[in-house]
């Protein structure tokens, strides 16, 4: 009887060792997978890297760096060429301007509502319609301004039919979803004892938002704006439906204007035959947009590090 206890015992011993040493397998299987996956992502993006500069360098061979960012004019398709990339980053620049001074004060004060002010039901509804924003095609912010905002606009300012201050407007009121959701997030993350503190200081709501809330949600409020900034300098529809597809060196926000990413939308259309210079502008310019791209990213990893807020 002792014998056949200890045969059983060695059994499930047995089958428990096999079964423990299959879900090793498995795990170490799935976790295979996994990294696989994640370098397909890692590698798709060098890839992408490699074959803007890879481009980009054959471009700065037919045309001197001099060309590029010290002239003032780009007229690259036309008979007399020049390369200077500086009115393509003014154009860029003017309506991510316009943009960000319609969505910072729009999402950050949505933010404020739906987490200090705002009823659990009413939040609960509101923050969905808000972030609802984000899903319309941006093709449709761009008709939007062209034939609804610009000739509205047109009653009080003189604006020619595509401009930057209408594209700016509606590229605003889209990020504006950006915008709120993290910051929303970021108030939300600060304890309700900082909040009970400065009650028991004696000062108002609005005080304690200012001066305790918003300083504590700093980071998260920073990255949301800088992440703002990345989505508006590569938003492409909106600005090449309502803005224009003119490169100038100018302030004027009732001017048409040009884009980096309306430019490179433009050659993407097929009509520059592939290896030609005008082709390999596109990589150029698309350089150009990817390390502001890059420097935005880093400053906004930088800033939620630096002034990261941590609580016990």
């Not at 993407?268 to 082709?279: E, K, V």
Request: aromatic share 12%; charged share 15%; hydrophobic share 50%.
């Amino acid at each position: 009887m002792q014998g056949t206890y200890q045969d059983d015992f060695n059994q499930v011993s047995r089958e428990s060792l096999e079964k423990n040493a299959s879900d090793d397998i498995q795990e170490k299987v799935i976790a295979a997978a996994l990294f696989c996956c994640a370098l397909i992502s890692v590698f798709t993006t060098f890839g992408i890297v490699f074959i803007i500069f890879q481009v980009t360098f054959e471009f700065f061979q037919e045309v001197s760096f001099a060309q590029f960012f010290l002239d003032t004019k780009w007229t690259p398709l036309f008979a007399e060429r020049h390369f200077g990339v500086w009115p393509l980053i003014c154009g860029t620049f003017l309506t991510t301007v316009v943009a960000m001074a319609v969505a910072i004060p729009l999402g950050l004060s949505s933010a404020i509502y739906l987490s200090e002010y705002a009823p659990p039901k009413i939040a609960t509804i509101l923050r969905p319609a808000i972030e609802l924003l984000a899903g319309i095609p941006t093709v449709v912010y761009g008709y939007f301004a062209l034939l609804f905002v610009t000739p509205v606009l047109r009653n009080f300012l003189p604006l020619e039919i595509f401009n930057a201050l209408s594209a700016g407007i509606m590229m605003g009121i889209m990020i504006t979803p950006t915008v709120g959701s993290i910051s929303l997030d970021s108030i939300k993350a600060v304890p309700r004892s900082l909040r009970e503190g400065a009650y028991a200081l004696g000062i108002t709501k609005l005080e304690s938002i200012f001066k305790v809330v918003l300083p504590a949600a700093l980071s998260g409020i920073t990255a949301s704006i800088i992440l703002g900034i990345s989505r508006a300098v590569g938003e492409t529809m909106t600005v090449l439906i309502a803005a224009g597809q003119q490169p100038r060196l100018t302030v004027n926000l009732m001017e048409s204007v040009g884009t980096m990413t309306a430019y490179m939308a433009q050659i993407s259309g097929g009509d520059s035959p592939r290896g030609s210079l005008n082709f390999k502008t596109l990589y150029a310019v698309g350089a150009v947009l990817f390390i502001l791209t890059l420097i935005l990213n880093i400053v906004s990893y930088w800033i939620s590090r630096r002034f990261k807020e941590k609580y016990d």
